[in-house]
């Protein structure tokens, strides 16, 4: 190396230092302000997640109910996530597709077990924000919409999941179970599912990156999401069964027309109590 090339490379490591030292200066600013906060309750506070002092109040979308309550900003907050203790292994080795549910209802505080590992908000203490689920250089480019079918709290409907505030927005009211079957090859556990995720995305977001390899990152990124979101729902009790078969335009007309949904589908994720 010559004596300018080492200088270059001493002042480049000051300036990566001065900024993960900024980065970190930042993140423990905000996490103090409240600004970040993880919708992760439990075990996991003091391993690198920003810590709520157990004091689950303190997470802006905590929920001391059962029900989910409209507040003034038009959002469902949803119930802190706690990741419990069923070992990872267990989950895995137990899952199976599961296509038909018993007519029971889904509790909110499984559904948002499920949602945050799909493309939930998690914290650490080097990066910030990040997600769930692994993103191509974090360009994020999924969606969840979420048909509410038999859940305890929420009106049947098509909701939008918000992850910075772990929330469900409604986006269009009525039992769209059957029309998303209708969709999706007539596929019964569509119809019946007490809830069912479809994972949407904007390509846009990751191609303006990535250009055309983008595409094949969103496909593994919506893979990476709905393995998490099935083995959430594993841990919890909760069947589910990936759809793939699907009338791409009819699926995108009826999310569009009903629900302002410009995104496109990409798996459908019907969801409930396994008979
Ligand atoms: C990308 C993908 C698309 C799928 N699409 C459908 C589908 O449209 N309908 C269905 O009943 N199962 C679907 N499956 C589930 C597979 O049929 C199932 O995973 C496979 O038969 C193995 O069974 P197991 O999941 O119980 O291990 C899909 C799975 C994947 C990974």
């Keep these: 190396m010559t004596f300018r090339g080492w200088k270059f490379a001493v002042a480049k490591q000051a300036f990566l230092g001065v900024t993960l030292v900024a980065v970190v200066v930042l993140v423990g600013v905000l996490s103090g302000s409240n600004l970040i906060v993880s919708p992760v309750a439990g075990p996991n506070q003091g391993q690198g997640m920003i810590s709520t002092n157990g004091d689950r109040s303190a997470l802006p979308w905590s929920q001391s109910r059962a029900l989910a309550a409209?507040?003034?900003d038009g959002m469902f907050h949803l119930p802190a996530v706690d990741p419990g203790s069923q070992h990872l292994y267990e989950a895995i080795f137990q899952r199976r597709s599961q296509r038909q549910f018993r007519d029971e209802p889904v509790s909110l505080q499984d559904l948002a077990g499920v949602l945050w590992a799909g493309v939930g908000l998690t914290v650490d203490g080097v990066t910030g924000p990040t997600r769930a689920a692994p993103s191509a250089g974090a360009t994020n480019p999924l969606r969840l919409v979420v048909c509410v079918q038999d859940v305890v709290g929420l009106e049947p409907g098509?909701?939008?999941?918000?992850?910075?505030?772990?929330?469900?927005?409604?986006?269009?009211?009525?039992?769209?179970?059957?029309?998303?079957?209708?969709?999706?090859?007539?596929?019964?556990?569509?119809?019946?599912?007490?809830?069912?995720?479809?994972?949407?995305?904007?390509?846009?977001?990751?191609?303006?990156?990535?250009g055309e390899r983008g595409y094949r990152y969103v496909y593994f990124e919506a893979g990476h999401a709905v393995q998490n979101m099935v083995l959430a729902g594993e841990t919890l009790g909760l069947g589910s069964v990936i759809i793939g078969a699907f009338e791409d335009e009819k699926l995108a007309g009826i999310l569009r027309t009903a629900a302002g949904v410009a995104q496109a589908p990409l798996l459908l994720l019907p969801l409930g109590w396994s008979r």
Excluded: C, M
């Design 70 to 72: 409209e507040s003034n």
């Design 158 to 210: 098509l909701y939008g999941y918000e992850p910075f505030d772990h929330a469900l927005i409604p986006l269009a009211e009525g039992r769209f179970g059957a029309k998303l079957a209708a969709a999706a090859l007539r596929q019964t556990a569509v119809a019946d599912a007490p809830v069912t995720v479809i994972v949407t995305a904007d390509y846009g977001a990751t191609t303006g990156r990535y």
